[in-house]
Every structure is written in C-alpha cells, then in structure tokens.
C-alpha cells in the first residue's frame, strides 16, 4: 500500500505545483501595486538610449537627413500637453501652454542653462537628469558640444548608395527633392573625409573607398555601427545581384549620365550587400530603419520590415549584427519574429512617442513574452525647433518607454508569467544591458 501511495503522493503534488505555475490570462488585484513597485525599481535603472539624435535645432548635423512638410501623429504634435510637463520637469517651467510669450521664458531659460553648463557639460547634464548612462548620437557628424564617453556615435551609410547623377530620382516626388540633395553632400563628405576630389575610376576603387570610410570611422572616429535610412528612397526589398553587373553600371555612369530606376537599383542592392558584409567583418553592427516615416510620400508598403528577411535570414551575413531601428512600427508583433535570428535586434525608439504608454505597454510586452532578450530602448529624441528641442523629447521617450515597461511587466508578474526577480532583470536587460553588449568597444 505504502509502495503505491508515494507516487500517487508525488504526482498531485507535481500536478499542484504546476497548477501554481500555470500563467492566468487576466492580472490579479495587485496589479496597481505591482506597476508602482516596479516602476520605482525602473526608475533607478541607468539607461542605454539605443537610438536618438542629441544636438541643437540650428545644427544640421544632427541628421543627414530633413523633414519635408507632413502630417505628424497626434502625439507628437507641439499641442501635445506632455511636452509642457516635459518643460516644467525639467526647467520648471511655469506655464501651462507654448505661447509666444511663454515660449520667450524656455528659450531664455536654456540659453542661461548652456552657459551655466558649457561645452559637452550641458549635454552630459541632461542624460545625468534622465538618469540614461550613454545615449547613442546618431548623426551626420559629431558635435563638439557632445562628449564622445557619454555619446557614441552611429553614422549614416546611406550616401553610398547614390554616387551617380541623381536628376531622375529628385525628381519623382517632393520629399525626394528634399532628400537626395542630402546624400549627395554627405557623400561628398565621405570623399573629403577620404581626400578624395572625384569618384574612384573603377568600380574595385570605389569598393575601396566605401570600406575606407567604415574602418576610419569605426578606427579613428569612435562610430560604433552604420545606420541606414534607406526606407525613405527606395523599397527595403534587396536583390542578389553579381559582382559584374554592379560593376558595368558604375562603369557605364561614373563619369556622366543618368541611370535607370532599374540600373540604379542593381547597383544599390549590390552595394548594400557589401556594406553590410564590411558590418560583419568590422564588427560594426548595421541600424535600419524599419518603421513608419515622415513626409506625404513615404510608401509604408515598400517600407514593410519584412521586405528585409531575405538579408536577415541569408546566412553569408550571420557574423553582421542588425538592430531593426523603431521595431518595424507598425508591424511590431510580427517584426518580432525576426529577433529569433541570432544576429537580429529589436529598439522600441518612435513606438514609445506616436503611441501613449497604455497602447506601447501591449506592444512591449508581447516583444517580452516572445524574446525578452533581443530587445532595447532608445528615446529617437530630435531637436525639432528652438522651443522644443532635444531635450524634450528626450524626457518624453525616456518616460513614457520606462512606464510601458514597467505596465508590461507588472501585467506579466500579476498574471502569473515571471516574478519580481525576474520582471527587473528583463528591465536591466530592455533599458541597457542587452544593447550594450552589442559594442563591446563601449567597455560597459
């Protein structure tokens, strides 16, 4: 009897046991208690902001791109009364709205702060208030007035993609008239930087150059990956073309004239390949932006993150570190998916602005329920005017991702899903830590 009684014994106690590990699908009546536990615990975390431009509203390095004329989200409209409790947080500003007159008081406000905190002082002071630890500076170039130890750099590799002339292309809608001439400086750029006065005669030398930019960039520079933009131009869709063809194009058009959508496509599709593969031997991990975007013309279709699986899942590039910039908004829960590839990674930055902490809340717990450990933060903060600058943004994004992470994740304790113990160590791994492993330079 005994004999048969102690596994009888042992298996309702397993069966119990399982049953108290069993997740429930609705959170308990400590979920209020638990988002206000969590959240203070959060809140003492150092953060990496994996993706934002720091600089001021007259710097027109903070990107190599502009903004043309477009409808933004309603969140990020300058009546958003978020961005006031932004000003008051951070500056004690006094009023209650950005009227002329008021707007006067925050602009004086951090012109006495600049001097009171000069140099690189001002900006270092503004993540110490944020309580973020590095912030990525993902910009044309850096700015003196950003101190490298706190800002590494992310450079812009789209520029590569458009070495011939360029007329037919500007000409296909307004934002393109806006963008274009932009690659076409920061290109020139590149060549400077490389003492080079005119494109290389052959398609090998051009390669040359290309890689010449990355290794001094990532060598003697301080960059710490290349980023693409290339979602704005063109669709994210790359084929796989030969060396030969690429090379006939840059051939045919290096010295004069004006390629086909077809031709320069090619050309494109070989010449991000090779970027990407330079990533990989470089150990330059490769940003694209892989979301929505500005401007009328921006076609979503195109855009679509999953245009981009051919390149995740192509094992020539499984030594090249992606971060999908912006999680493929707003297909973020299939984007996901992706992340199950090694190499790939998830940043949050934009969901956490165009949506409010309730409705990011979903979307970042269903990333940590599926791969809590291939997902970051970033802020994407932006210097959008003299009022509103990138310190704005910044408390915004850094607020609002902290409050939806620590939703999620009291949502996942109540309801069974992980403990305390574990809820924190996916917030350290989300807000810093996950990141940071990805640039080992960093020495964090």
Not at 224 to 250: G, N, T
């Given at each position: 009897?005994?004999?048969?009684?102690?596994?009888?014994?042992?298996?309702?106690?397993?069966?119990?046991?399982?049953?108290?590990?069993?997740?429930?699908?609705?959170?308990?009546?400590?979920?209020?208690?638990?988002?206000?536990?969590?959240?203070?615990?959060?809140?003492?975390?150092?953060?990496?902001?994996?993706?934002?431009?720091?600089?001021?509203?007259?710097?027109?390095?903070?990107?190599?791109?502009?903004?043309?004329?477009?409808?933004?989200?309603?969140?990020?409209?300058?009546?958003?009364?978020?961005?006031?409790?932004?000003?008051?947080?951070?500056?004690?500003?006094?009023?209650?709205?950005?009227?002329?007159?008021?707007?006067?008081?925050?602009?004086?406000?951090?012109?006495?702060?600049?001097?009171?905190?000069?140099?690189?002082?001002?900006?270092?002071?503004?993540?110490?208030?944020?309580?973020?630890?590095?912030?990525?500076?993902?910009?044309?170039?850096?700015?003196?007035?950003?101190?490298?130890?706190?800002?590494?750099?992310?450079?812009?590799?789209?520029?590569?993609?458009?070495?011939?002339?360029?007329?037919?292309?500007?000409?296909?809608?307004?934002?393109?008239?806006?963008?274009?001439?932009?690659?076409?400086?920061?290109?020139?750029?590149?060549?400077?930087?490389?003492?080079?006065?005119?494109?290389?005669?052959?398609?090998?030398?051009?390669?040359?150059?290309?890689?010449?930019?990355?290794?001094?960039?990532?060598?003697?520079?301080?960059?710490?990956?290349?980023?693409?933009?290339?979602?704005?131009?063109?669709?994210?869709?790359?084929?796989?073309?030969?060396?030969?063809?690429?090379?006939?194009?840059?051939?045919?058009?290096?010295?004069?004239?004006?390629?086909?959508?077809?031709?320069?496509?090619?050309?494109?599709?070989?010449?991000?390949?090779?970027?990407?593969?330079?990533?990989?031997?470089?150990?330059?991990?490769?940003?694209?932006?892989?979301?929505?975007?500005?401007?009328?013309?921006?076609?979503?279709?195109?855009?679509?993150?999953?245009?981009?699986?051919?390149?995740?899942?192509?094992?020539?590039?499984?030594?090249?570190?992606?971060?999908?910039?912006?999680?493929?908004?707003?297909?973020?829960?299939?984007?996901?998916?992706?992340?199950?590839?090694k190499n790939v990674y998830m940043e949050s930055s934009l969901m956490e602005i165009i949506m409010y902490p309730a409705a990011f809340k979903e979307s970042l717990k269903q990333w940590l329920e599926t791969f809590p450990d291939k997902v970051t933060f970033g802020t994407d903060c932006f210097p959008y005017n003299d009022?509103?600058?990138?310190?704005?943004?910044?408390?915004?994004?850094?607020?609002?991702?902290?409050?939806?992470?620590?939703?999620?994740?009291?949502?996942?304790?109540?309801?069974?899903?992980?403990?305390?113990?574990?809820?924190?160590?996916?917030?350290?791994?989300?807000?810093?830590?996950?990141?940071?492993?990805?640039?080992?330079?960093?020495?964090?």
């Open positions: 009897m005994r004999k048969r009684l102690f596994p009888l014994v042992l298996i309702l106690c397993l069966a119990s046991s399982f049953v108290l590990a069993q997740a429930r699908p609705y959170p308990g009546p400590d979920l209020p208690a638990t988002y206000e536990r969590l959240l203070a615990e959060i809140n003492k975390i150092p953060a990496f902001d994996h993706h934002a431009h720091p600089g001021f509203a007259d710097d027109p390095d903070v990107d190599a791109m502009a903004a043309p004329p477009g409808s933004a989200a309603f969140r990020e409209r300058e009546t958003n009364p978020e961005l006031v409790a932004a000003a008051r947080a951070l500056w004690g500003y006094p009023y209650d709205d950005f009227s002329a007159e008021h707007a006067k008081w925050l602009i004086q406000k951090k012109a006495e702060m600049r001097k009171q905190y000069p140099g690189t002082a001002y900006f270092n002071m503004l993540l110490d208030k944020l309580n973020i630890d590095l912030g990525v500076a993902n910009r044309a170039m850096m700015a003196d007035y950003l101190d490298p130890k706190r800002f590494p750099w992310v450079f812009f590799a789209d520029s590569f993609l458009w070495p011939f002339d360029n007329s037919k292309e500007r000409a296909r809608n307004g934002d393109q008239q806006v963008y274009i001439p932009l690659q076409e400086k920061m290109l020139k750029r590149w060549m400077q930087q490389e003492r080079l006065s005119a494109l290389p005669a052959g398609f090998g030398d051009y390669l040359k150059f290309v890689s010449q930019v990355l290794e001094d960039n990532r060598k003697n520079k301080g960059g710490i990956a290349m980023k693409f933009e290339v979602a704005y131009f063109r669709p994210l869709h790359f084929s796989d073309p030969p060396r030969e063809q690429a090379e006939a194009i840059y051939k045919k058009y290096a010295k004069g004239g004006v390629p086909s959508e077809a031709e320069y496509r090619t050309f494109q599709d070989f010449i991000f390949r090779y970027l990407i593969t330079e990533g990989g031997r470089l150990t330059l991990p490769v940003h694209i932006h892989s979301a929505v975007g500005i401007g009328d013309y921006f076609n979503i279709s195109e855009s679509n993150i999953m245009q981009l699986e051919n390149i995740l899942r192509d094992p020539r590039y499984s030594s090249t570190i992606f971060v999908m910039i912006h999680g493929g908004y707003p297909l973020e829960r299939e984007a996901i998916w992706l992340a199950a590839m009022v509103l600058g990138a310190e704005e943004s910044y408390w915004l994004g850094n607020q609002s991702a902290r409050q939806g992470l620590a939703a999620a994740l009291a949502e996942m304790v109540s309801s069974g899903e992980v403990t305390d113990a574990k809820a924190i160590e996916m917030a350290h791994a989300y807000l810093h830590d996950t990141a940071v492993s990805l640039y080992p330079s960093l020495g964090h």
